[in-house]
């Protein structure tokens, strides 16, 4: 007990008269110093403001720990092994608090996982226990897309063929002029539709690329994919106009979690980028 708190000092003579001496009250702990009221006056504020005493109902006592410290310091076995149980206890308190913040710092690195399974079970939609993989068709995939391209906070990669006005494709622009990277690999303007629809699509896609969006295009480009910070993977037949996001025609896809299926992902997004 070589490093006692206070130990050899007025403080440490006042907390050893509470502690060993069992002196609770003003006046014996005065006179165990030989002090008079104004000369430990002060000093008893400083340690109640410190919260090494209390000022109790039954009389000043000690901050359990440094009580104990003292009790062992001066010989009570009792005490020894008390302190070696708060030791072993605030040992263990250390390692349930470093795993639950290895967990918590698990859930922030993975917020949009998290927010998707949080987005399932606010749907009320059964998954399999353990599955990363969850099928969704027509509106629900676009409200689960929705609902988690604004959450996202670094780089948003899209393949899709066919980007026209609708609120989904502005979602995109407007993660952009947050400072999101996105990267949309997509068509030439090019289509089947004729008048005011591709006149329209064209305007769009200026704005697409006088926007922060970084766009590429490939006429060889069918599939349909969204991954959205390495974290999470759409891989779908919903294009990006109306009536496939809305619901009016029948679109479904498989949305993803799973480390290995995102990394294959990326890699063939990155693949695309290149050519």
């Known amino acids: 007990m070589s490093n006692l708190p206070y130990l050899g000092t007025i403080e440490g003579k006042i907390i050893q008269a509470i502690s060993v001496e069992n002196l609770r009250q003003w006046g014996e702990i005065r006179d165990y110093l030989g002090f008079t009221n104004e000369q430990l006056k002060p000093i ?9 005493i209390e000022d109790a109902p039954g ?15 001066f010989g009570e076995d009792w005490a020894k092994e008390k302190l070696e149980e708060l030791a072993e206890e605030k040992k263990e308190e250390g390692r ?9 710092n698990l859930k922030d690195q993975n917020y949009l ?3 998707m399974f949080e987005w399932i079970k606010f749907k009320n939609i059964s998954m399999g226990k353990n599955s990363t993989h969850l099928f969704l068709k027509g509106d629900m995939l676009d409200s689960l897309l929705r609902d988690l391209i604004p959450r996202t906070r670094n780089e948003i ?29 997509t068509q030439k303007t090019e289509s089947n539709w004729s008048g005011k629809r591709i006149r329209d699509k064209e305007k769009y896609h200026k704005r697409l690329n006088d926007s922060s969006i970084e766009v590429h295009y490939n006429d060889s480009v ?19 106009y109306s009536e496939s996001v809305a619901g009016k025609l029948w679109e479904a896809g498989i949305v993803t979690v799973e480390p290995t299926n995102i990394q294959r992902a990326m890699e063939s997004f990155n693949d695309l980028i290149k050519q």
Do not use: T
Request: hydrophobic share 45%; with cysteine; net charge positive.
């Open 44 to 52: 008893l504020k400083a340690l109640e403001k410190q919260n090494i």
């Open 59 to 73: 009389g000043f006592k000690v901050e359990y720990e440094l009580w104990l410290k003292y009790k062992a310091h």
């Open 96 to 104: 349930l608090q470093s795993l639950l913040l290895q967990r918590q």
């Open 113 to 115: 996982r998290e927010r």
């Open 157 to 185: 990669l899209v393949v899709n063929p066919y980007v026209e006005p609708c609120a989904f494709s502005d979602s995109l622009i407007q993660a952009s002029e947050k400072g999101v990277k996105v990267v949309l690999v």
């Open 222 to 240: 069918h599939a349909k994919i969204f991954i959205l910070d390495n974290q999470v993977l759409s891989a779908s037949s919903m294009n990006l």
